[in-house]
């Protein structure tokens, strides 16, 4: 590599300009307040849930999206039994069902969306299951529908990890609004990050309700109510938030570019997964589908040479996990987890840096 280039990775964290994070953060040194719900957490709840069309009262701001999906399984009371999930997901989908004492049990994608096939959710169901914990995985929406008719035919709750989904919008309203809660993942290497953070959103109030008392220990004041944790974000987190939040729309469109620019780069040279219709898209991810691994080896080799680092988002198939005591086989997961990559796509990726990783690609294609 060479020493006067900045390497490129797969997602560069965005910032916002400094004065506009700072006049923030002088709130806080003037008010004293660093957390518990300050005056800057509750601005961020207001106006985050008003850009995705919910009602402030739906969406709570915790510490980051492990703790989201942790709490979404403890306020629906699932603390034992199984939970039906994906195995093609950042591991922290599954690493929160089992802390949370439940067993994970795997279902294999569709080789199109790469998300949980509903077709075979039902095969998977037995007197034990408890949920189904699907993942739109990056960004792309599972098929809802299907998943909620087989949630109500067996009467299963239905926990989204929607960490890519921020922003996403289906048949016109957020994608979020699906299932009995969706939690959100703010992390730095997110399309839209409050450092670390997270976000609980369900339509249901008593579980909202629930959820905020759990994420400050189960007491309001001197009067203790549930089991509770700290989930707390701080006003540090929200300051960023809403800092980013102005700049929302801009990461996205500016991804879109970069998302056209290698769809015309590459053209129909790698499998890419299929979107459903009617899906407003938010360009959080890139990935592509190689012929082989060892075709993907190949391009991560030659491009690591030039300074540029794609992701193996995701590997490996998360049934193969070592601490996964039940196996069971997910070939589709297990062959695609091995042969895809996701491309850098971030606000400020130049132009040129895509067409040098498309002349690589176009190597192995
Ligand atoms: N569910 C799903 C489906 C998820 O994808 C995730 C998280 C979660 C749940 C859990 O949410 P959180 O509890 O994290 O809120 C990253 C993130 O750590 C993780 O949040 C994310 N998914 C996952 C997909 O990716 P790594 O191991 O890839 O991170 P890292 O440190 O290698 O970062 C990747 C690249 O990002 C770096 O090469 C450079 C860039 N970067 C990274 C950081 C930390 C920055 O530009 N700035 C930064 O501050 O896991």
């Known amino acids: 590599m060479a020493n006067d280039k900045e390497p490129i990775y797969v997602t560069k964290t965005f910032l916002p300009p400094r004065h506009e994070f700072d006049a923030y953060v002088d709130k806080i040194w003037q008010s004293h307040q660093l957390t518990n ?3 800057l957490s509750r601005e961020f709840e207001a106006n985050t849930a008003h850009y995705l069309g919910l009602q402030k009262e739906q969406f709570t701001f915790v510490t980051n999206g492990t703790l989201a999906l942790q709490l979404a399984l403890r306020a629906l ?20 069902i089992l802390w949370e004492r439940c067993t994970p049990v795997f279902v294999d994608i569709d080789p199109k969306t790469l998300n949980i096939d509903p077709q075979k959710i039902e095969d998977a169901i037995t007197p034990r299951t408890k949920a189904i914990m699907p993942v739109h995985v990056f960004g792309n929406p599972c098929d809802v529908e299907a998943i909620q008719a087989i949630a109500n035919k067996h009467k299963l709750k239905v926990i989204y990890d929607a960490a890519h989904a921020f922003g996403v919008t289906y048949k ?23 450092i670390e953070g997270g976000a609980v959103i369900t339509n249901d109030a008593s579980v909202s309700k629930k959820i905020d008392l759990m994420r400050r220990f189960g007491h309001y004041g001197d009067t203790h109510y549930i089991l509770g944790i700290n989930a707390k974000a701080s006003e540090f987190q929200a300051a960023m938030g809403l800092s980013n939040l102005k700049y929302i729309d ?12 290698y769809d015309e780069v590459i053209g129909d040279r790698f499998q ?3 979107v459903r219709g009617d899906t407003g898209r938010n360009y959080a991810y890139y990935p592509i589908i190689f012929e082989t691994e060892n075709k993907l080896k190949g391009v991560l080799k030659e491009l690591e040479k030039d300074g540029i680092f794609p992701r193996r988002y995701f590997y490996p198939s998360l049934n193969t996990l070592p601490y ?3 196996r069971t086989s997910c070939y589709i997961s297990e062959d695609i987890a091995k042969r895809i990559a996701c491309l850098p796509i971030y606000t400020g990726l130049r132009e040129e840096v895509v067409k040098r990783i498309a002349v690589v690609l176009n190597k192995y294609s």
Not at 77 to 88: L, R
Not at 172 to 194: M, P, Q, R, W, Y
Not at 250 to 261: A, G, P, T, V, Y
């Open 37 to 39: 719900n300050g005056t």
């Open 77 to 96: 009371d699932i603390h034992e039994g199984e939970v039906i999930t994906t195995p093609f997901t950042y591991v922290a989908t599954t690493s929160a």
């Open 172 to 194: 016109g309203k957020s994608l979020l609004e699906n299932g009995d809660i969706s939690t959100c993942s703010f992390h730095a290497t997110k399309l839209f990050h409050t």
């Open 250 to 261: 801009s990461c996205i469109e500016q991804r879109q570019k970069i998302s056209l620019l």
């Open 272 to 274: 890419r997964p299929s």
């Open 324 to 326: 996964i005591e039940s």
